[in-house]
C-alpha cells in the first residue's frame, strides 16, 4: 500500500518475488493532472503483482484537501475497504510508505495501513505483520532488528534500473547520468507526485535554506539533497513497525513537509500550510475512532 504510483519501482525485486496485491491511494498526477497510473501498471504487469481494490482512487489535491479539513470520514471508508481486502485475500503481512515526515501523503498512507491492521484483528481475528520501507531515505541506514533486507543480485538490479529507465523520461535522465559516473537525483522524483514535472528550482532552493536552522533534518534527507550512488538502490529494506507508526512523534522540530509547505504557500503555490500538530495528528486519531475501539474517541492531549 503506497501513496504515490512509482514508488513501487523503490522494491521492485521483492515485486518480483512475492507478486503482491498492490494498492496505491493516489494517481499520482500532483499538480501537473498527469495520472501517471497507467505507467505503474506496466510496471505491475511485468513484475507480476496484482492491482488492488483502491488503485489511484484519489487525487493529491484531494487528498491535501480531506487532511486540511481533517476528513476522517473519508479515509475512514478506505481504512474498511482496505481491511476487507487483507481479510478477503488472507494477505499475511502489508508492507507500505514509510512515516518519515517528508510528504503528507505518505504519511497519511501509513496511518491508513495501520488503522486496517488493527481493524482486521479487532473485527476479524486476521493477524497481519505491518511492514514499512523508506521511500526517500537509503534503506541501509536505519534497518531495525526485526527488518527484512534483500540484497538484489546483477540480473534483479538491472531489471530495477531497466523498469526505472523505461517509466518516464525524467527518470531516465537521471538514472542515465547516474550510470555515467554522477549521483542519482531520482530520489526526489520517485518520492513526489509530480514526477513527471520540472522541480520548482526557487521553492526548492529556498526548502534547503529553511534546512539550515535544522542539521539532524537536514542530514535525515542529505540523499534527496545531494543524490545517491545508483548501488545504494540494490538493497530493499522492509522494517516491522507499529501501528501508530506516523502518528506517535515526540519531537517538537518542524517536519520537511512543514517547512516545504510554507515555501509553496509562500509561492502562491497553495493557501494554508498542512502541519503535524494540527491536522495530521487529530485526523489520525480521528480516523481509528471512527473505524476501531470506543477509547479512541477519547480527547487526545497534544
Known amino acids: 500500500m503506497v501513496a504515490h504510483p512509482s514508488h513501487e519501482l523503490r522494491i521492485h525485486g521483492w515485486l518480483e518475488q512475492t507478486h503482491p496485491y498492490v494498492c496505491i491511494l493516489t494517481d499520482g498526477a500532483g499538480r501537473s493532472g498527469e495520472s501517471r ?7 505491475l504487469v511485468r513484475a507480476g503483482a496484482t492491482p488492488g481494490t483502491i ?3 484519489l487525487t493529491d489535491l484531494e487528498v491535501y484537501e480531506a487532511i486540511l479539513n481533517c476528513d476522517a470520514e473519508l479515509f475512514a471508508g478506505l481504512v474498511e475497504e482496505l481491511c ?3 481479510v478477503s485475500e488472507q494477505i499475511e503481512y502489508v508492507v507500505g510508505d514509510a512515516a518519515e515526515g ?5 504519511d497519511i498512507c501509513r496511518t491508513m495501513i495501520g488503522a486496517a491492521v488493527e481493524l482486521a484483528e479487532h473485527r476479524y481475528g486476521h493477524t497481519i505483520e505491518n511492514f514499512d520501507f523508506p521511500v526517500v531515505g537509503r534503506p541501509e541506514q536505519s534497518p531495525n532488528d526485526e527488518a527484512i533486507t534483500i540484497h538484489l543480485d546483477d540480473d534483479a538490479f538491472a531489471r530495477k534500473i531497466n ?3 523505461a517509466y518516464s523520461p525524467k527518470l531516465a535522465q537521471d538514472v542515465e547520468a547516474a ?6 537525483q531520482g530520489i526526489r522524483r520517485l518520492s513526489e507526485a509530480q514526477l513527471a514535472g520540472e522541480v520548482d528550482v526557487a521553492v526548492s532552493t529556498a526548502v534547503l535554506g529553511a534546512l539550515e536552522p535544522h542539521p539532524k533534518l537536514q542530514a535525515r534527507f542529505a540523499d534527496i539533497i545531494e543524490g545517491v550512488s545508483l548501488e545504494a538502490l540494490r538493497v530493499e529494506c522492509f522494517r516491522r513497525v507499529g501501528n501508530d507508526s506516523g502518528h506517535d512523534r515526540a519531537s517538537r522540530e518542524p517536519l520537511f513537509y512543514e517547512l516545504y509547505g510554507e515555501k509553496l504557500v509562500t509561492a502562491g503555490r497553495y493557501k494554508k500550510v498542512i502541519r503535524y500538530r494540527e491536522h495530521m495528528l487529530p485526523l489520525a486519531h480521528a480516523i ?3 473505524t476501531e475501539r470506543e477509547e479512541f474517541c477519547a480527547p487526545y492531549a497534544f
Open 37 to 43: 497510473l497507467f505507467r505503474t501498471s506496466e510496471v
Open 55 to 57: 488503485y489511484g482512487r
Open 84 to 86: 476487507a481486502e487483507f
Open 102 to 106: 517528508y510528504s503528507v501523503a505518505h
Open 163 to 165: 523498469a526505472a529507465l
Open 179 to 184: 550510470l555515467g559516473g554522477g549521483p542519482f
Open 288 to 290: 481509528r475512532a471512527k
